[in-house]
């Protein structure tokens, strides 16, 4: 989700100063021989963690070889801080710690510092982001330090310019920078959204790029001074509302359908197993909200398919029902290849998807509220 918050001005006596000698490590992410020992040293520091006396165990930890190590380590220091067990001394090493490791040449997204960072003191993390030595494209976490960066902060068109420049060929990042762009209202930022989103619009369905389309349709909200109802903060007054639960909800369940017959390549059958899917009709109802009346057909014949005319089974029934498929679809890998039964409707359901994606992006720009700063 993407947060709004106010552009927070970087001046040279606030921003970090970083480790002038970063702890030598070795590229290593998968020691697992060293795995054991460490883990066994992480379970005799628990007790005591949080303390002052446990800083030293801690910092080892975190510089460990192997990267399971090192993301319990941080885990358990975080439980301590959130916990207010943590004393000041010990919040402090943990964060520079935490640094010397994001420095480090066998940093992953795996067991991510900045997400730990972040929890420690969110300005003073965005702050020390912005640094030249965080925000490079050579960076082994930069797509997790521009998201962060993004999401919580601002950029300033000079550098989304360069960062853009950088990384010409990387569709994701491009995505990200332009909606940094939007939030920034860089020059030239509305002509090459719309030009993105004409584009798909114009495309065939087998042609549609669908994350390309989405993330130009967030970013206009953005520069439109609009925010998407997914991307409001828990706990703002506007997401009480009837009207904007509704809007949530619609655009929420049909995520839930995306993700499962999109990305998971579970089909209806993983979907409707789900807790997602104890009453249908809440998946059902967005769909018909958004006058898709051939996806309604489609998804009501994939019920009475999996149901074969009966109620609808309970959550554990439905398990029983998918683990069931599953296990026929192996004993018939090595034989003659039979059809998945929700093969032709899940076919149909794709060749619909780009008219989703559209319906679902517009009815999300209708539902969009102003911008609170």
Known sequence: MWEFLRKIALTFSQVPQLPQNPIPQKKSSFDSTNRPAGLEELALLIPTMGSDESISSLEQLIAHSDVYVRGDAKRAAAEAVTSGKAT??????????????????????????????MKLDKEKTLNLL????????????????????????????????????AV???????????????????????AELDGIIADQLARQPCDFQECDFISASRARLVLSGLTHPQSLIEGEAERGTTQVKEDLDTI??????????????????????????????????PLRRLSLWKNVRIFEAAIQLFTKGCPWPSLEARKEMWDALNRTQEEEAGEEIHERPFAALEAEWMALNRDLVIAAEEYGFKAAIPVTK
């Open 252 to 285: 929420d369940f049909l995520s839930i359908i995306g993700d499962y017959l999109l990305y998971d390549g579970a089909g209806f059958a993983g979907l409707f197993s789900m807790e997602a899917c104890n009453d249908p009709e809440d998946l059902i109802a």
């Open 130 to 165: 912005h640094k030249p030595a965080f925000l490079r494209p050579d960076h082994p976490l930069f797509t997790y330090n521009l998201q962060t960066l993004v999401s919580h902060s601002s950029l300033d068109c000079a550098t989304i310019s360069r960062l853009r420049r």
């Open 88 to 117: 000041e001394l010990f919040r402090t090493a943990f964060w520079n710690a935490l640094v010397q490791d994001l420095l480090s040449e066998q940093v992953s997204g795996m067991d991510d510092p900045v997400r730990f960072l």
């Open 168 to 190: 010409p060929g990387d569709a994701d990042l491009q995505n990200t920078l332009r909606f940094a762009a939007a939030k920034a209202h860089c020059p030239g930022i509305g």
